[in-house]
């Protein structure tokens, strides 16, 4: 019994496939009488359930850590009175919104002002399916799950243009019009810095680039246009996802609350569950395709050659995957309380004319690298 | 083409120099106070609301009623009501002070020949009722809430800087 819970401890994702879901499963399916696809659509509804509870809990974790990092970086101490050291701040907020009222303003388009939300969520849950958090940890193992990321997360943009025009409110409108500019832009350098990446594995499958970083973290291996590519991915990856310095979308100051500005209560807390939640996101992609996933720190020479044992082997993967996931957040989170939000202008004169230009020559700079050592 | 690297490349040095700034503001300890728990500093010199010390021998304060305060007060917040003992001798009735008149000037303070009253250290002074803001100072219940001597201001020959503005008080009189 200790044996399989340290298994579960070390290798969560292995021990579930191996000796724990399958039996049991056959069990289930075996003493009900149950054909084996029922046993496998009631797993399927487990793990979304598991899903959205760890989810929930991601951000309800990421708000507060949102509250108490603003405060450190601003010599405060953030909250610190529901709960020990306000762990339970974000618990009472929640409950603050469910019992707000749901307000629907009188011109809105019903049926579209209640899809948003969901979209949203919706958009940043099914992310989640491909990223691997350890070894066989992960929902779906796609052999597309790069390009599977690329085309879901363009959903984000739909509910904030849907929230936006079904308001019936001039800010609204403009905060989705402005994010839709915005998020328009700001997928095609990500998109070729993962180009890089998936050039440089040879696979699309988040796992199997996870897999191919025992040899060297990615920006080891693909110094430097790894640490460039890693760096325009960052950037353009929290302005995909509205976060300061690139908020324009919900510009407080211009626009009160943006795309958002009619929802309240529940529905609101779903937007901003998702944004927490694509916070995550992005930083779980620049840690699965550059920063070795949930593999241990492997230093490595650029482009093959030498590379170090597995330092800190003997932590699970998974709490390395949520180390340096975290640490990418603690990055994102910088950034805000940091930097000033920029103008519509400047934004897209840093994407069209900076990251673009860079994330190409980068994308270059990669196949002629791999082309040098595939001779 | 060379512009173009130089300005990408000083504006992340920009950046990197901003976010150094906020970093160390991170790692600094914060330099909030929890009220309610942790007690401010409160300086020797301090002007809280006037207090009538008692004498910590005698327990009896050191009012003679020679109406300098009552005078001085620009804005009427102190009233001295006399009374009569048994032994038919004119003594202290009440000392009423008007806080919420008061601007803590510290004029009665310094006015005063023999010490009487001070300014304390109490500086929660809300109240839930504006009548809680007239006090009578020489009662046990217009006292400031400790009367210890930790709350009362420094006598006057701790603090130089008030000695000429004292003595410049005394002559006319």
Same mark, same amino acid.
């Given at each position: 019994?200790?044996?399989?819970?340290?298994?579960?401890?070390?290798?969560?994702?292995?021990?579930?496939?191996?000796?724990?879901?399958?039996?049991?499963?056959?069990?289930?399916?075996?003493?009900?009488?149950?054909?084996?696809?029922?046993?496998?659509?009631?797993?399927?509804?487990?793990?979304?359930?598991?899903?959205?509870?760890?989810?929930?809990?991601?951000?309800?974790?990421?708000?507060?850590?949102?509250?108490?990092?603003?405060?450190?970086?601003?010599?405060?101490?953030?909250?610190?009175?529901?709960?020990?050291?306000?762990?339970?701040?974000?618990?009472?907020?929640?409950?603050?919104?469910?019992?707000?009222?749901?307000?629907?303003?009188?011109?809105?388009?019903?049926?579209?002002?209640?899809?948003?939300?969901?979209?949203?969520?919706?958009?940043?849950?099914?992310?989640?399916?491909?990223?691997?958090?350890?070894?066989?940890?992960?929902?779906?193992?796609?052999?597309?799950?790069?390009?599977?990321?690329?085309?879901?997360?363009?959903?984000?943009?739909?509910?904030?243009?849907?929230?936006?025009?079904?308001?019936?409110?001039?800010?609204?409108?403009?905060?989705?019009?402005?994010?839709?500019?915005?998020?328009?832009?700001?997928?095609?350098?990500?998109?070729?810095?993962?180009?890089?990446?998936?050039?440089?594995?040879?696979?699309?499958?988040?796992?199997?680039?996870?897999?191919?970083?025992?040899?060297?973290?990615?920006?080891?291996?693909?110094?430097?246009?790894?640490?460039?590519?890693?760096?325009?991915?960052?950037?353009?990856?929290?302005?995909?996802?509205?976060?300061?310095?690139?908020?324009?979308?919900?510009?407080?100051?211009?626009?009160?609350?943006?795309?958002?500005?009619?929802?309240?209560?529940?529905?609101?807390?779903?937007?901003?569950?998702?944004?927490?939640?694509?916070?995550?996101?992005?930083?779980?992609?620049?840690?699965?395709?550059?920063?070795?996933?949930?593999?241990?720190?492997?230093?490595?020479?650029?482009?093959?050659?030498?590379?170090?044992?597995?330092?800190?082997?003997?932590?699970?993967?998974?709490?390395?995957?949520?180390?340096?996931?975290?640490?990418?957040?603690?990055?994102?989170?910088?950034?805000?309380?940091?930097?000033?939000?920029?103008?519509?202008?400047?934004?897209?004169?840093?994407?069209?004319?900076?990251?673009?230009?860079?994330?190409?020559?980068?994308?270059?700079?990669?196949?002629?690298?791999?082309?040098?050592?595939?001779? | 083409?060379?512009?173009?690297?130089?300005?990408?490349?000083?504006?992340?040095?920009?950046?990197?120099?901003?976010?150094?700034?906020?970093?160390?503001?991170?790692?600094?300890?914060?330099?909030?106070?929890?009220?309610?728990?942790?007690?401010?500093?409160?300086?020797?010199?301090?002007?809280?609301?006037?207090?009538?010390?008692?004498?910590?021998?005698?327990?009896?304060?050191? *009012? %003679?009623? #020679?109406?300098? +305060? @009552?005078?001085? =007060? !620009?804005?009427?917040?102190?009233?001295?009501?006399?009374?009569?003992?048994?032994?038919?001798?004119?003594?202290?009735?009440?000392?009423?002070?008007?806080?919420?008149? *008061? %601007?803590? #000037?510290?004029? +009665? @303070?310094?006015? =005063? !020949?023999?010490?009487?009253?001070?300014?304390?250290?109490?500086?929660?002074?809300?109240?839930?009722?504006?009548?809680?803001?007239?006090?009578?100072?020489?009662?046990?219940?217009?006292?400031?809430?400790?009367?210890?001597?930790?709350?009362?201001?420094?006598?006057?020959?701790?603090?130089?800087?008030?000695?000429?503005?004292?003595?410049?008080?005394?002559?006319?009189?």
């Amino acid at each position: 019994m200790s044996a399989i819970l340290w298994h579960l401890f070390m290798h969560p994702g292995r021990a579930l496939k191996d000796e724990i879901v399958p039996p049991y499963l056959h069990f289930v399916t075996q003493s009900l009488g149950l054909p084996a696809w029922a046993g496998h659509l009631g797993l399927m509804a487990v793990l979304g359930g598991v899903f959205f509870v760890g989810v929930s809990l991601t951000a309800f974790w990421l708000i507060l850590m949102e509250r108490k990092v603003c405060a450190y970086f601003q010599e405060r101490l953030g909250p610190n009175r529901v709960g020990p050291w306000g762990l339970l701040q974000t618990i009472a907020d929640a409950l603050k919104l469910v019992q707000k009222e749901d307000l629907i303003p009188a011109d809105a388009d019903r049926a579209v002002f209640k899809l948003a939300p969901i979209v949203a969520f919706t958009a940043s849950f099914m992310v989640l399916a491909v990223i691997p958090f350890d070894d066989q940890l992960l929902a779906a193992d796609l052999n597309i799950g790069v390009l599977y990321i690329t085309a879901v997360s363009g959903l984000g943009v739909l509910s904030i243009l849907l929230a936006g025009w079904a308001s019936a409110n001039k800010y609204s409108l403009l905060g989705g019009m402005r994010s839709a500019a915005q998020i328009i832009s700001y997928e095609l350098s990500p998109a070729l810095c993962v180009l890089g990446v998936v050039l440089f594995t040879g696979t699309l499958s988040t796992q199997a680039i996870v897999e191919g970083q025992a040899a060297g973290w990615n920006i080891f291996r693909m110094a430097p246009w790894g640490v460039l590519g890693m760096l325009i991915f960052l950037i353009a990856g929290t302005a995909e996802i509205n976060r300061a310095p690139f908020d324009l979308p919900e510009a407080e100051s211009e626009l009160t609350a943006g795309f958002s500005t009619e929802y309240s209560a529940m529905r609101f807390s779903m937007f901003y569950l998702a944004e927490f939640v694509n916070m995550f996101i992005i930083s779980a992609m620049v840690v699965t395709l550059f920063l070795g996933g949930w593999q241990p720190l492997v230093l490595a020479l650029p482009f093959g050659g030498w590379h170090s044992p597995a330092l800190g082997g003997f932590l699970p993967g998974w709490l390395w995957f949520f180390a340096k996931t975290y640490a990418v957040i603690f990055v994102i989170m910088w950034f805000r309380w940091t930097f000033p939000r920029v103008r519509v202008d400047q934004l897209m004169k840093l994407e069209w004319k900076v990251l673009l230009p860079l994330s190409f020559a980068n994308l270059a700079a990669i196949a002629l690298c791999v082309a040098a050592s595939l001779r | 083409m060379l512009a173009w690297l130089t300005g990408i490349l000083k504006g992340a040095a920009s950046l990197l120099s901003g976010m150094r700034l906020t970093g160390r503001a991170f790692v600094r300890p914060a330099v909030t106070q929890q009220y309610p728990e942790e007690r401010p500093h409160i300086h020797d010199r301090f002007r809280g609301r006037v207090d009538m010390p008692l004498d910590p021998v005698s327990g009896a304060h050191k *009012c %003679t009623m #020679c109406m300098m +305060c @009552v005078k001085i =007060c !620009p804005n009427a917040s102190l009233i001295i009501k006399p009374g009569v003992n048994r032994a038919g001798k004119r003594v202290l009735d009440e000392f009423i002070y008007k806080l919420s008149t *008061c %601007t803590l #000037c510290n004029l +009665c @303070v310094e006015v =005063c !020949p023999f010490d009487a009253i001070a300014m304390s250290h109490d500086y929660e002074m809300a109240t839930y009722d504006r009548a809680d803001l007239v006090m009578i100072l020489n009662k046990p219940k217009g006292r400031a809430f400790d009367p210890s001597a930790e709350f009362l201001a420094v006598p006057p020959a701790a603090a130089p800087a008030a000695e000429p503005a004292q003595e410049a008080a005394h002559e006319p009189a």
